[in-house]
């Protein structure tokens, strides 16, 4: 099975907006979500429950947690081996739906213009 291309969604801004969720958490958060994102890498349309989930319209949801704090990172699938990476969250009983829809607008900024809304650059 071929890797899977991690893409982390940018705006056209230069804004990151799982770089800057990232901010907002502890390193001992960020460094169990690149665990779950390098998991996806490796393991693409095969990984699954409890690493992973569907939500709704082709969004799917990195499951991280420490504590009691449920943390999400929400991604789409590009084609069969890329995964463009939106932007994370934490929940309490679901994924917000907000969160969701803007996943969903991150995903058809990125299908109009893939070159504009590709970070070039390491996760870590």
Known sequence: MP???I?????????????????DLSQKVVDKC?????????FGYD????????????????????????????????GKNAVIVSHGCT????VPKSEINKAIRHRN?????PRAHTYKGALR
């Open 3 to 5: 890797k899977t291309d």
């Open 7 to 23: 893409v982390i969604y940018q705006n056209e801004d230069g804004s990151i907006p799982l770089f800057e969720w990232f901010d």
């Open 34 to 42: 690149i665990v779950k994102i390098e998991l996806l890498e490796e």
């Open 47 to 78: 990984l699954r429950r409890p690493h992973c989930d569907s939500l709704e319209e082709g969004i799917y949801e990195l499951r991280a947690k420490l504590k009691r704090v449920n943390y999400r990172i929400l991604y789409f699938f590009e």
């Open 91 to 94: 929940k309490e009983k679901k």
């Open 109 to 113: 900024n990125y299908i109009q213009n």
